[in-house]
T-cell receptor, first 116, second 114 residues
């Protein structure tokens, strides 16, 4: 079974400051990890994913995340926040199964607020 | 590519009525998922299909909910009878075959049961 914990339901940063959104996972098999972003009244859009290649993963809009197996973490960062980054961010885990794959298990989400 | 297409985008219905949500996955994707999003419970996986066959429906809340996938390009999620606590955003999503592949989400169906 898989689970995801996102620390902090709300994170507030100043425009231009570092963004750090925390995600820890639990998985009984090697995980595939994802970060999605959701803007108000919209669906979910993939930011980046870890699929057992490079541990540092770069995504869209300047975001990146590092997979750390020893810490069971996959934290999302961006060096300099922009007002347009204000949104809900979801970390998710997916596992391979004997027959293929299961669905995504999501964390509760982190609402990112950007202060001008 | 048109992406995952859901209809209706918004629906307001009265308690006790039947609700049918529709989804067209991305062509060539062999996995289809139905998720529900609420403030209280977040994003929950309701059911998913592989090659039109339901694989795991353990997330379906109760017998009032049912889902079908009669062919590779169409799926429905039905609630009968609907209740106010079913008010939520329902997302359909699809992906190609392996766990490392991206799951693509539709824009969602916003359901309000009054």
């Amino acid at each position: 079974a898989q689970s995801v914990t996102q620390l902090g339901s709300h994170v507030s940063v100043s425009e231009g400051a570092l963004v750090l959104l925390r995600c820890n996972y639990s998985s009984s098999v090697p995980p595939y990890l994802f970060w999605y972003v959701q803007y108000p009244n919209q669906g979910l859009q993939l930011l980046l994913k870890y699929t057992s290649a490079a541990t540092l993963v770069k995504g869209i809009n300047g975001f990146e995340a590092e997979f750390k197996k020893s810490e069971t973490s996959f934290h999302l960062t961006k060096p300099s926040a922009h007002m347009s980054d204000a949104a809900e961010y979801f970390c998710a885990v997916r596992a391979a199964t004997r027959g293929g794959a299961d669905g995504l298990t999501f964390g509760k989400g982190t609402h990112l607020i950007i202060q001008p | 590519d048109a992406g995952v297409i859901q209809s209706p985008r918004h629906e307001v219905t009265e308690m006790g009525q039947e609700v049918t949500l529709r989804c067209k996955p991305i062509s060539g994707h062999d996995y289809l998922f139905w998720y529900r999003q609420t403030m209280m419970r977040g994003l929950e996986l309701l059911i998913y299909f592989n090659n039109n066959v339901p694989i795991d429906d353990s997330g379906m809340p109760e017998d009032r909910f049912s889902a079908k996938m009669p062919n590779a390009s169409f799926s429905t999620l039905k609630i009968q009878p609907s209740e106010p606590r079913d008010s939520a955003v329902y997302f359909c999503a699809s992906s190609p075959g392996t766990a490392g592949n991206t799951i693509y989400f539709g824009e969602g169906s916003w359901l309000t049961v009054v």
